[in-house]
């Protein structure tokens, strides 16, 4: 029964980002009453960010082959990604009127390739289906343990308390105005993101709610985000900006291939976000990591310092490298930057320093400018219906669980499948 001054719904939805907003369809769609509560003045903005440059929503390798992409993922996070795949958030797509098609690389994308006409069709869903949507909300946390809880019961330690079915939480909000609010309702989800990109919604404020109440959160670190380089000045004003494209990246024991790009303070793109947890470790362990660019990944060593013994002799170094050694102007620039200018003379020192550019990379960009952000709730704190186990009626989706991913899709598809795996633990705890 509603108390008095408080406000009602079945469930809550905390955070209108993809997550939260896919909870709410799947369980408006069987007539669960659901409310969504959002901070800002709009719902969808990250998503809506994600597509500024095409919304690359999932990849279309194979299952066993996409799992890969979330390292040692727990068997949680794995289930719910074969449970809702991605040719089940595709076939969403196309149900909304908004059919899906593979990129050259394998992403996948709307075939009108922004986010915007995907998010009108999907809230004008939400809108026939009743789900409410309060904006300008920012939840602060929960007063008591529920109106239906017995008093005695509050004397308990807080990781002792269990709610049975039929039990409710209080939620409490600061309103439009400010104004104190709260909610009841007999299931929350929690769908509040990390904490990168914050002018969005995403601050990572809720992550000291949730150790208040005992809930084991790892600290929220920048993910397929850049890091810093102490480059020359010399360097920034030529090279900031520019592409080095085609190479491979080697920290420690991990490497990838694809690009980075040169910034006014270090390397960032996707072959530098694909060895984030490697650099991390590294920095956490000698804070520093090394970094080396492969900038001919197709060649063995032998073949690049046969070519370049080609060299004619007025050639200059940088001739050389240009000319025979098809290095371009930044990878050059990456060269003089890790010998301070000091370019070796002889054929295979040079040929060795080609392959082998190393990088001293000095710490991780701040977290509001990463893409991603790595840490979260432990996947031991929920259990297989992603509810925390310390706060039964509670579940947890998307970005605040710990599990991390690059880009190319699989950041939303993972958002995408804690949340109707998510949605599905909300009906059976409801038993609807």
């Given at each position: 029964?509603?108390?008095?001054?408080?406000?009602?719904?079945?469930?809550?939805?905390?955070?209108?980002?993809?997550g939260?907003?896919?909870?709410?369809?799947?369980?408006?769609?069987?007539g669960?009453?659901?409310?969504?509560?959002?901070?800002?003045?709009?719902?969808?903005?990250?998503?809506?960010?994600?597509?500024?440059?095409?919304?690359?929503?999932?990849?279309?390798?194979?299952?066993?082959?996409?799992?890969?992409?979330?390292g040692?993922?727990?068997?949680?996070?794995?289930?719910?990604?074969?449970?809702?795949?991605?040719?089940?958030?595709?076939?969403?797509?196309?149900?909304?009127?908004?059919?899906?098609?593979?990129g050259?690389?394998?992403?996948?994308?709307?075939?009108?390739?922004?986010?915007?006409?995907?998010?009108?069709a999907?809230?004008?869903?939400?809108?026939?289906?009743?789900?409410?949507?309060?904006?300008?909300?920012?939840?602060?946390?929960?007063?008591?343990?529920?109106?239906?809880?017995?008093?005695?019961?509050l004397?308990?330690?807080?990781?002792?308390?269990?709610?049975?079915?039929g039990?409710?939480?209080?939620?409490?909000?600061?309103?439009?105005?400010?104004?104190?609010?709260?909610?009841?309702?007999?299931?929350?989800?929690?769908?509040?993101?990390?904490?990168?990109?914050p002018?969005?919604?995403?601050?990572?404020?809720?992550v000291e709610?949730?150790?208040?109440?005992?809930?084991?959160?790892?600290?929220?670190?920048?993910?397929?985000?850049?890091?810093?380089?102490?480059?020359?000045a010399?360097?920034?004003?030529?090279f900031?900006?520019?592409?080095?494209?085609?190479?491979?990246?080697?920290?420690?024991?991990?490497?990838?291939?694809?690009e980075?790009?040169?910034?006014?303070?270090?390397?960032?793109?996707?072959?530098?976000?694909?060895?984030?947890?490697?650099?991390?470790?590294?920095?956490?362990?000698?804070?520093?990591?090394?970094?080396?660019?492969?900038?001919?990944?197709?060649?063995?060593?032998?073949?690049v310092?046969?070519?370049?013994?080609?060299?004619?002799?007025?050639?200059?170094?940088?001739?050389?490298?240009?000319?025979?050694?098809?290095?371009?102007?930044?990878?050059?620039?990456?060269?003089?930057?890790?010998t301070?200018?000091?370019?070796?003379?002889?054929?295979?020192?040079?040929?060795?320093?080609?392959?082998?550019?190393?990088?001293?990379?000095?710490?991780?960009?701040?977290?509001?400018?990463?893409?991603?952000?790595?840490?979260?709730?432990?996947?031991?704190?929920?259990?297989?219906?992603f509810?925390?186990?310390?706060?039964?009626?509670v579940?947890?989706?998307?970005?605040?669980?710990?599990?991390?991913?690059?880009?190319?899709?699989?950041?939303?598809?993972?958002?995408?499948?804690?949340?109707?795996?998510?949605?599905?633990?909300v009906?059976?705890?409801?038993?609807?």
């Amino acid at each position: 029964m509603e108390a008095p001054g408080v406000d009602a719904t079945r469930v809550a939805v905390i955070g209108g980002g993809p997550g939260g907003l896919m909870v709410a369809e799947r369980l408006a769609a069987v007539g669960v009453a659901v409310t969504v509560y959002e901070q800002m003045p709009s719902v969808g903005r990250k998503f809506l960010l994600a597509g500024r440059g095409g919304l690359n929503l999932t990849h279309s390798e194979s299952p066993d082959r996409l799992l890969t992409r979330y390292g040692s993922a727990s068997p949680t996070l794995a289930g719910s990604i074969a449970g809702f795949d991605a040719d089940a958030l595709r076939a969403w797509c196309a149900d909304l009127g908004e059919p899906t098609f593979v990129g050259s690389s394998g992403r996948v994308f709307p075939e009108s390739f922004r986010a915007t006409p995907l998010l009108r069709a999907w809230l004008a869903r939400l809108g026939e289906l009743g789900v409410q949507v309060r904006v300008r909300h920012r939840w602060t946390g929960w007063q008591g343990f529920g109106v239906n809880q017995p008093e005695s019961d509050l004397a308990h330690d807080r990781s002792s308390v269990r709610l049975g079915r039929g039990g409710t939480q209080l939620l409490t909000f600061e309103g439009p105005d400010g104004a104190p609010t709260t909610v009841e309702a007999d299931a929350v989800v929690l769908a509040l993101g990390g904490a990168s990109w914050p002018r969005v919604g995403s601050d990572g404020r809720w992550v000291e709610t949730l150790r208040g109440e005992g809930v084991s959160v790892s600290d929220l670190r920048a993910a397929n985000s850049g890091f810093a380089v102490e480059w020359s000045a010399t360097f920034v004003e030529r090279f900031s900006g520019m592409p080095v494209k085609n190479v491979r990246l080697s920290c420690g024991e991990a490497w990838s291939r694809g690009e980075a790009v040169v910034t006014d303070t270090g390397l960032e793109g996707g072959g530098i976000y694909a060895l984030g947890p490697s650099i991390r470790g590294r920095l956490d362990f000698d804070g520093y990591a090394e970094l080396l660019i492969d900038l001919q990944p197709d060649r063995t060593v032998e073949q690049v310092a046969t070519r370049l013994a080609k060299r004619r002799p007025k050639d200059s170094v940088s001739s050389v490298l240009s000319r025979t050694g098809g290095v371009s102007g930044v990878g050059i620039g990456l060269m003089r930057e890790a010998t301070q200018n000091r370019l070796p003379s002889s054929t295979d020192a040079l040929a060795g320093l080609i392959k082998q550019v190393p990088i001293r990379l000095t710490g991780a960009e701040p977290i509001g400018r990463a893409i991603s952000t790595a840490g979260g709730v432990a996947f031991e704190e929920i259990d297989e219906r992603f509810m925390l186990v310390r706060r039964p009626g509670v579940f947890v989706v998307g970005e605040m669980l710990d599990w991390e991913a690059p880009t190319g899709g699989y950041l939303l598809q993972a958002t995408f499948s804690t949340a109707v795996a998510a949605a599905t633990g909300v009906r059976e705890w409801l038993g609807c």
